[in-house]
T-cell receptor, first 113, second 112 residues
Framework: KQEVTQIPAALSVPEGENLVLNCSFT??????LQWFRQDPGKGLTSLLL?????REQTSGRLNASLDKSSGRSTLYIAASQPGDSATYLC????????????FGTGTRLTIIP | DTEVTQTPKHLVMGMTNKKSLKCEQH?????MYWYKQKAKKPPELMFV???????INESVPSRFSPECPNSSLLNLHLHALQPEDSALYLC???????????FGSGTRLTVV
């Protein structure tokens, strides 16, 4: 059974700093990995999608990497802003079987002005 | 249109009420999902519809009844809910794995 873990569960950093969020998964047989952002009480906003054959994806100040063999992904946020404060979730699609997304436990990020 | 639209945004219902949550997408996605999310927890899958047919039911109590009238609409019918069913209910859709999921903004449900 796939298990996805995000450490730390919460992170506070001063505005302007660069930061890295971590995502680990136990089964490397994934099809792709998706990073989401969730503001309190709101839905999930897709940030980046990395296919299993890719090593990284970039969008603006965000860069996501994937190392399938070691079961790890990172989300790098450059020049953090207070508006980046949210919960960040990673989720993996399995290679085979049904299309059941497995979510990580989430990292609650607070950017201090 | 690249959105998944959920209505209502907020719902308060009594334990004897019947209500429905609605979800709509016009992206031509073939799969639609209902998730339940409690505070500070990741979303938990409830149901999956693929090509308008129920393909996954994660052993959800019968007081939750999904319906997929057509390829663009997904409903979740609620009846005789319990206070512990209070949560954020999220709808999502996908066309194929390579493109990932698109989520709606959710319905905040409170059962009193």
């Amino acid at each position: 059974k796939q298990e996805v873990t995000q450490i730390p569960a919460a992170l506070s950093v001063p505005e302007g700093e660069n930061l890295v969020l971590n995502c680990s998964f136990t089964d490397s047989a994934i099809y792709n990995l998706q990073w989401f952002r969730q503001d309190p009480g709101k839905g999930l906003t897709s940030l980046l999608l990395i296919q299993s054959s890719q090593r990284e994806q970039t969008s603006g100040r965000l860069n996501a990497s994937l190392d399938k063999s070691s079961g790890r992904s990172t989300l790098y946020i450059a020049a953090s802003q207070p508006g980046d404060s949210a919960t960040y979730l990673c989720a993996v699609f399995p290679n085979f079987g049904n299309e059941k997304l497995t979510f990580g436990t989430g990292t609650r990020l607070t950017i201090i002005p | 249109d690249t959105e998944v639209t959920q209505t209502p945004k907020h719902l308060v219902m009594g334990m004897t009420n019947k209500k429905s949550l609605k979800c709509e997408q016009h992206m031509g996605h073939r799969a639609m999902y209902w998730y339940k999310q409690k505070a500070k927890k990741p979303p938990e899958l409830m149901f999956v519809y693929s090509y308008e047919k129920l393909s996954i039911n994660e052993s959800v109590p019968s007081r939750f009844s999904p319906e997929c009238p057509n390829s663009s609409l997904l409903n979740l019918h609620l009846h005789a809910l319990q206070p512990e069913d209070s949560a954020l209910y999220l709808c999502a859709s996908s066309q194929e794995r390579v493109r990932g999921y698109t989520f709606g903004s959710g319905t905040r449900l409170t059962v009193v």
